[in-house]
């Protein structure tokens, strides 16, 4: 039976340039979906259609996970995104979706500040973004996920970090959180 690895992480963490690297290795029955090739409408936008921006984060956690139960027939799932590890389980319990793991990845304000600036993003390098990446650690804690904190790794590390959980069997994953924390 395949999984679901949802990888999550405020803007600046590495999940897009870790998930692109671990795409190079070339893993059997693996399928990488981006939760933003949904579109991201504004934040007028989302207010007007859903009521919220939370309301509509739940609404495609929910749609990404419905399309995505359909791919677990043939292969495990990463989902690359930004969306709180409490819809994520909402939605995997509505679809009758139980191997699924949530994992964080996360690193120091200052690092994501820098990292946000070099992309050309400085206008996300600001305490809203803070507040978020603050908010998904003690969420990310809260529900059993995983952190892996890339402060001192290398995208090719984080990658590998990745990687390694992913072949390992899911009891094995208990057994050696401690290597990806």
Not at 22 to 42: A, C, E, M, N, T
Not at 142 to 171: C, H, W, Y
Request: proline letters at 2%; a positive charge.
């Amino acid at each position: 039976m395949h999984r679901i690895f949802f990888i999550i992480g405020a803007s600046g963490a590495g999940k897009t340039a870790a998930i692109r690297e671990l795409k190079k290795s070339k893993l059997p029955r693996l399928k990488i979906f981006y939760f933003d090739r949904i579109g991201v409408p504004s934040s007028e936008e989302m207010t007007r259609l859903w009521g919220s921006g939370e309301a509509w984060q739940r609404a495609m956690t929910n749609r990404w996970v419905e399309k995505m139960r359909e791919e677990l027939r043939r292969a495990d799932i990463i989902l690359d995104g930004q969306t709180r590890p409490s819809f994520i389980v909402e939605a995997c319990r509505r679809h009758n979706i139980d191997r699924f793991e949530i994992i964080l990845l996360d690193c120091s304000d200052d690092i994501r500040k820098a990292r946000l600036i070099e992309r050309g993003h400085a206008d996300l390098a600001n305490e809203q973004m803070m507040d978020w990446a603050r908010y998904l650690r003690d969420e990310t804690q809260r529900v059993g996920g995983r952190t892996v904190n890339n402060d001192n790794l290398s995208i090719q590390e984080t990658a590998d970090a990745l990687r390694r959980l992913f072949l390992m069997k899911p009891e094995e994953q208990r057994q050696n959180d401690q290597a990806f924390l």
